[in-house]
């Protein structure tokens, strides 16, 4: 699952590349928009909203995609050779200098653009958009009682642009158990504040490094390090699967399982 830093360096190489073009010709290979062609129109802009890419095209027309788990936009010159199998691409933009080719996406729809808050308005305030709100990002945190913290992070509706990676790297650094629930935690102002400074330092370069060593595999704290020494305390990382998409990764020493207060 791609943190948000990521898709607002998608959206950012995007709207750099398309924006003011002219469509050449689309291809939205999803059934239900197969026969749609927005060909002769310009692109207007293309942004994030947390996870959501919004291709923003003349006359009132957003293209509407999302990456879940391993999707990606790629742009080539035209008649470059695309580096992934034809059979995975979901939509085609070709323009006169660029022709993206979003593959793997989990979400591709073509919808009205006054409608975009249908799709992106259950999101929590961005912590990549121009329009963040601190407070109101506390007040979510705030109301998920007895929620475990790892779960609220992942919650796009409580913050919008945290993934797996933030989400465990973020309850280390607080010296937080990711499995303890949110109404025992005393300072959810600090998790916010710390969410968004990751979120900003990584924002040009999409790399989620959270320990400030840009090296090769010393990035993260605790993530994707199971068995390996902890960082601060030498004591092994532990991991746990919760599903497909939420491995977890944690210091037992570093982030001990307090009682919540009672
Ligand atoms: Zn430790």
């Known amino acids: 699952m791609p943190e948000g830093d990521t898709v607002y360096l998608a959206a950012t190489r995007l709207n750099g590349a398309l924006a003011g073009q002219t469509l050449t ?71 006169m200098p660029w022709v993206a080719v979003g593959f793997r996406l989990a979400v591709t729809e073509v919808i009205e653009t006054t409608g975009e808050h249908e799709v992106v308005g259950h999101l929590g305030p961005d912590l990549l958009g121009s329009d963040w709100d601190p407070d109101e990002a506390l007040r979510r945190l705030e109301a998920q009682g007895d929620r475990l913290l790892g779960d609220a992070l992942l919650d796009q509706t409580v913050m919008a642009g945290l993934g797996n990676v933030y989400k465990c790297e973020v309850c280390f650094l607080r010296g937080l158990d990711p499995r303890l629930p949110v109404a025992g935690i005393p300072d959810l102002e600090g998790i916010v504040g710390l969410s968004k400074r990751l979120i900003e330092l990584n924002r040009t370069t999409g790399s989620q490094v959270t320990t400030g060593d840009l090296r090769r595999g010393r990035g993260q704290w605790v993530y994707a390090r199971a068995g390996r020494p902890c960082r601060r305390c030498g004591t092994p990382i532990r991991r746990r699967q919760e599903g497909a998409e939420r491995v977890t990764y944690w210091c037992p020493r570093c982030q001990p399982r307090q009682e919540a207060g009672h």
Request: no cysteine.
């Open 25 to 95: 010709r689309t291809d939205f290979r999803v059934p239900r928009f197969a026969t749609v062609d927005l060909s002769g129109r310009r692109v207007l802009e293309v942004v994030a909203r947390g996870k959501h890419l919004l291709f923003r095209i003349q006359d009132g027309v957003t293209l509407h995609t999302h990456f879940m788990m391993d999707g990606v936009w790629q742009l080539y010159r035209p008649g470059q050779r695309w580096r992934a199998p034809a059979f995975q691409a979901r939509a085609v933009l070709e323009t």
